[in-house]
């Protein structure tokens, strides 16, 4: 999971928080057999001009890195246009699901034209898996 989290950047939650709402997700993903092998996360806000901040493509350089594999073609799901453009830059294919902020970016077409597009997660993931 690649994530941004300025709320850490802007006060709005501290690094504790955030670990103890990851770790309920995976606690709660574990019992019903899934596994998630690492959460990446950016913690900055934009004003701080990190690399790892998206659509910017450093958190993602550094998955690729740390798990020793191209992300060319990988599915990558998010509802946001920096998503989607950050997924883009490194080659993953960018999947907006229509949850959360994905109705605005979908309306706004603010998203690469080789986007899949999705009215929520499950389809999303359904797709994948076939």
């Known amino acids: 999971i690649a994530t ?10 501290d690094i504790e928080t955030m670990n103890a709402v990851n770790k309920k997700m995976l606690d709660l993903l574990n019992q019903l057999g899934g596994h998630i092998d690492a959460i990446f996360y950016c913690p900055h806000t934009k004003e ?4 790892c901040r998206k659509p910017k493509s450093g958190m993602l350089e550094e998955i690729s ?13 998010g509802d946001a246009p920096r998503d989607l453009e950050a997924y883009n830059t490194v080659g993953a294919q960018p999947i907006l699901v229509k949850t959360g902020k994905g109705e605005e970016t979908f309306t706004s077409k603010a998203y690469p034209k080789n986007t899949w597009i999705f009215n929520n997660l499950s389809e999303a993931v359904d797709k994948i898996l076939k």
């Open 48 to 51: 701080m001009n990190c690399k």
């Open 65 to 77: 890195a740390r798990f020793n594999t191209n992300l060319k073609n990988i599915p990558a799901i």
């Open 4 to 13: 941004n989290q300025s709320g850490v950047g802007r006060g709005l939650f």
